[in-house]
């Protein structure tokens, strides 16, 4: 009978504050700002890229090719850790916190491959950063998106731990689910830079 | 207050965030994370470094008296002091003043316990300090915008977009803890005017000043690493990010002012303000017709020319006007008695009108008013190089910005208990307020009308004056400055009420002056957008 009284409205007490998604929000309006942060770069490039192109000039110096083969296995790399990320915060709104840690583990892994992979795209290129001004925007892209898988693999690896802390619970997970938020993210901005640049070229 | 029989909040609204404690000494002002001390050096540092940042573009305006290398500074020296001036105007004087009283003010106003993010609040204000002073430092060693002293100037590129990180993480803190920490039964359209008018800055800024950054460090790119022979050029670097400074954009910088406003005027003039909604999405309105990262002259030839760019010069009036209506019924409805705020406040407002209504020709290329200082030859005495920025620019910068200050100085005489726990002299808040708004005037107006050299010589003719004029108005915005900063140092009524004007429509009113550490101890749900108004009328 207690627990009939326990569950009786007009005895219950007012349900709890539920938490405000700090993080997730703080997170998402970030992520809007680094978008308009590419967003500005690519619009530069895209238009500078244009302008050469209409006068029948070629964008790319001679004997520079940027390889696509790369590039598209960075996408699918980028693609799958979206996946293992998504995987990451369905396991820990289940409580299921072995899957949880091995999915954010392949997350992480997949971003060091990503950067293993841009490293040795960097070096198939050939591209001299001091000889033109069109070397000068991919670089500047290009990097600003390694920054930021770096930045986002940080974010995770913390939220990683506070996971392995036990601080993350199927009712409260927003930590995880906003260091998916951003790295869903920089995949995003990855694809857009891969047609961008890098398919179109 | 109005409040729900069964919902008291105890609790901090957001559970995992402990309210922080009120620091001691230096060591513990580095480490806190509690919104009123960071909001203090917020407010104190923009305020010196606006002083300083006055005091650049004055002299600056003294160059072209004497004309290039034979004036007060050699021409390098005067075009490093006037890019260095011209960014430092909104980013460490203007906006951080905003940011300051927003970090006092709206986590009081929404009831929250603390800021969002504390260490993040904390982070971005010591980010933009070391970042302001290091702009300053290497414009001061040969660096600055455009200068030829190659390390000095990657200094000040990076330093550059340390002062734009500052800020924008600063309002991200802001954005966050209106929309996630507001007190139980305050929705959106509950929230006090300024802090929605930082919903908007935050959102707009976010939307632009990133674009700002990737200008940055394409320049930054270029000029360290590239060949220099683009991007990074000295001629070039300016060129790129005085697109900040010009309208549209210009007027992002003017949105918290709105709310400072609206907020003042509605608790001086003891009445709550009617068509609510519709001055909210008037301060939204504004905002969005301020968007302006994609008007680069520079990349885009006939950015100043296409629709959009015309649409929003003829448009951004309007939202003003409405604003401006809005507080005028308010001040007649109720009993105002001009105190510091409300006159800072409707001069502000004026002089937002008027350079609102100096923006619609710009749009007009038939004017011919984007012609470059450089290529205004009528005009001997304005002579030192701004490579590329139409003096029409300059001045409307300048109304803009130092009519935002203006808001700003009443907002620091409105909320003063809450900064300084006294209140603050009234008679140095007149004061400042109208040097500053006066200031404004004299340091724009002038450069308006001589954007308009070229077709009327008689404005040619009088160049000599109303540079003169200019200047005298930056001295004018110097000295309030300084008046502001003495009052809010000064002695006064240590024993000040929670609510001193006695009219106090919102939550930041019913703590005490200066907020204890946690500000609230308890809170009951609000039922309107005036939630102490409730309460008295309720007594």
């Known amino acids: 009978m207690a627990a009939v009284a326990e569950l009786n409205p007009a005895t219950a007490p007012p349900a709890p504050i539920t938490r405000p998604r700090v993080v997730m929000m703080g997170t998402a309006l970030a992520s809007g700002g680094t978008l308009m942060f590419f967003a500005g770069l690519l619009a530069i490039y895209l238009s500078q890229r244009a302008a050469v192109v209409s006068t029948g000039s070629d964008w790319l110096p001679e004997g520079v090719a940027i390889p696509l083969l790369q590039a598209n296995i960075g996408f699918a790399t980028l693609a799958l850790s979206s996946v293992t990320m998504a995987w990451a915060v369905n396991a820990i709104a289940n409580n299921d916190r072995r899957n949880a840690y091995l999915a954010i583990g392949t997350t992480l892994l997949l971003g060091v491959a990503y950067l293993n992979l841009m490293n040795y795209f960097y070096v198939q290129m050939k591209w001299d950063i001091t000889t033109s001004s069109p070397a000068v925007i991919f670089y500047a892209i290009t990097t600003s998106h390694i920054v930021m898988v770096v930045v986002a693999m940080i974010f995770l690896g913390l939220m990683g731990f506070r996971a392995l802390g036990g601080q993350f619970t199927s009712r409260q997970h927003d930590g995880i689910s906003a260091a998916a938020l951003f790295w869903h993210s920089t995949v995003a901005i990855y694809a857009i830079i891969w047609f961008a640049i890098y398919v179109t070229k | ?539």
Request: charged share 10%.
């Open chain 2, 1 to 539: 207050m109005a409040m729900t029989e069964t919902r008291s909040i105890t609790e901090p609204a957001a559970p995992g965030l402990s309210a922080p404690t009120r620091p001691a000494g230096v060591a513990g002002l580095l480490g806190t994370g509690d919104h009123t001390s960071l909001g203090r050096v917020w407010l104190g540092a923009s305020l010196l470094f606006g002083l300083v940042t006055l005091v650049m573009l004055g002299v600056w305006g003294l160059q072209p008296m004497g004309g290039g290398d034979t004036g007060v500074l050699s021409d390098d020296l005067a075009f490093r002091v006037f890019t260095t001036g011209r960014l430092a105007l909104p980013l460490l004087f203007v906006a951080p003043l905003l940011i300051g009283l927003a970090t006092v003010v709206v986590p009081l106003q929404v009831g929250s316990r603390t800021i969002a993010f504390p260490r993040a609040a904390a982070a971005a204000l010591w980010t933009w300090v070391l970042s302001s002073v290091l702009f300053l430092v290497a414009t001061a060693i040969g660096g600055g915008i455009g200068a030829n002293t190659t390390e000095a100037v990657d200094i000040s590129l990076i330093s550059l977009a340390g002062v734009i990180i500052g800020l924008l993480l600063a309002s991200l803190c802001l954005f966050t803890t209106v929309f996630t920490l507001r007190t139980p039964g305050m929705d959106l359209t509950r929230v006090p005017f300024f802090a929605w008018s930082m919903v908007v800055t935050a959102a707009i800024w976010m939307f632009t000043l990133p674009v700002l950054l990737g200008n940055i460090l394409l320049i930054l790119a270029d000029h360290k690493y590239g060949s220099s022979i683009d991007f990074g050029t000295d001629a070039n670097q300016w060129q790129q990010l005085s697109w900040v400074v010009t309208q549209p954009q210009v007027f992002v910088f003017a949105i918290p002012a709105l709310g400072i406003v609206a907020d003042a005027v509605a608790t001086l003039a003891r009445e709550r303000q009617t068509n609510r909604g519709l001055m909210m999405a008037a301060v939204a309105g504004f905002g969005a017709l301020g968007i302006g990262a994609y008007a680069q002259s520079y990349f885009v030839e006939g950015a100043w020319g296409s629709w959009v760019f015309v649409g929003q010069s003829a448009m951004i009036v309007l939202p003003l006007l409405m604003l401006l209506a809005g507080w005028i019924t308010s001040l007649m409805n109720g009993k105002t008695s001009l105190t510091t705020p409300v006159i800072a406040g409707l001069s502000a407002g004026a002089g937002l009108v008027l350079a609102a209504l100096f923006a619609v020709p710009f749009g007009l290329k038939t004017l011919d008013l984007w012609v470059p200082v450089s290529d205004l030859a009528s005009i001997p005495a304005v002579e030192s190089a701004t490579s590329g920025l139409p003096i029409y620019q300059m001045g409307l910068g300048s109304l803009v910005l130092l009519a935002a200050a203006t808001a700003g100085i009443g907002g620091i005489f409105y909320w003063g208990s809450k900064i300084s726990g006294r209140t603050l002299s009234e008679g140095l808040g007149k004061l400042a307020g109208l040097l500053v708004f006066l200031g404004a005037l004299l340091a724009g107006l002038p450069y308006l009308l001589l954007g308009f050299a070229n077709k009327a010589s008689v404005l040619a003719d009088a160049s000599d004056a109303l540079s003169g004029a200019a200047i005298v108005g930056t001295a004018l915005a110097a000295g309030g400055v300084v008046v502001a900063a003495l009052a809010l140092l000064g002695k006064g009524n240590a024993d000040t009420p929670a609510d001193p004007w006695e009219s106090g429509q919102s939550l930041e009113w019913l703590t005490a002056s200066p907020p204890a550490p946690g500000n609230f101890a308890t809170l009951d749900a609000v039922e309107s957008a005036e939630p102490l108004l409730d309460t008295k009328e309720e007594a």
